[in-house]
């Protein structure tokens, strides 16, 4: 029997490869469900790169309690020495895009995600004890400051510096990042 064919409501479809035109060779009917639905799915099949975090890596593993804490946590997967929870960490630059170098002057980020039979924790940091803001209105305007211009596709150190110098709050970071600590 040959393989049956659905569109994305699961009705079957007999010629997933042709479409419907105006007699034999003449032009494509916007009627043709199947073409529709096959150019939609198409057009939306790309998973866009992340805002921020965007270039990363990360593990699997398993993260085993050594000592005991009950006094001082009532957490579930941390209730007695021994017992292991599943875990995910990330490592990345913040504004750093994929392909970018790992050696830019960019705080680092760092995730860890516990699977815990309470649901899942997830604990974010980033490699620097301050931000770059202090008020999270700010931080959309911030983060297009670290990426590429739209119009010119290119890196624009200008708007880089024009809002940290509007925004004193940015300096300790700024010191951080521009210091040895900030590769």
């Given at each position: 029997?040959?393989?049956?064919f659905?569109n994305?409501?699961?009705?079957p479809?007999?010629?997933p490869?042709a ?8 032009p494509?009917l916007?009627?043709d469900?199947?073409?529709?639905d096959s150019?939609?799915?198409f057009?939306r099949?790309r998973i866009?790169?992340r805002?921020?975090?965007?270039k990363?890596?990360g593990a699997y593993?398993?993260?085993e309690v050594?000592?005991?804490i009950?006094?001082v ?8 020495v021994g017992?292991?929870t599943k875990?995910f960490?990330?490592?990345s630059?913040?504004?750093g ?11 680092r ?10 649901g ?6 980033n490699?620097?004890?301050v ?5 999270p ?6 983060i297009h400051t ?10 624009d150190p200008?708007?880089f510096w024009?809002y940290l110098?509007s925004?004193?709050?940015s300096?300790h970071?700024?010191m ?5 600590r900030?590769?």
């Open positions: 029997m040959a393989p049956v659905t994305s409501n699961g009705c479809i007999n010629e490869f479409t419907q035109r105006v007699g034999k060779h003449g494509l916007l009627q469900f199947n073409l529709i150019l939609a799915h057009d099949e866009p790169e805002v921020v975090h965007a990363g890596s593993g398993v993260f050594t000592d005991d009950t006094d946590c009532g957490a579930k997967f941390l209730e007695s017992k292991k875990i960490t990330r490592f630059t913040v504004g895009e994929n392909g970018s170098a790992d050696t830019a002057r960019d705080p980020g760092f995730s860890t995600k516990f699977y815990t039979e309470e899942n924790l997830d604990l974010v940091y490699n620097t004890p931000f770059f803001i202090r008020d209105s700010k931080f959309p305007h911030f670290q990426k590429r211009n739209p119009e010119t596709h290119l890196k200008n708007m024009d110098t925004n004193e709050e300096v970071q700024v951080i990042l521009f210091s040895d900030g590769t």
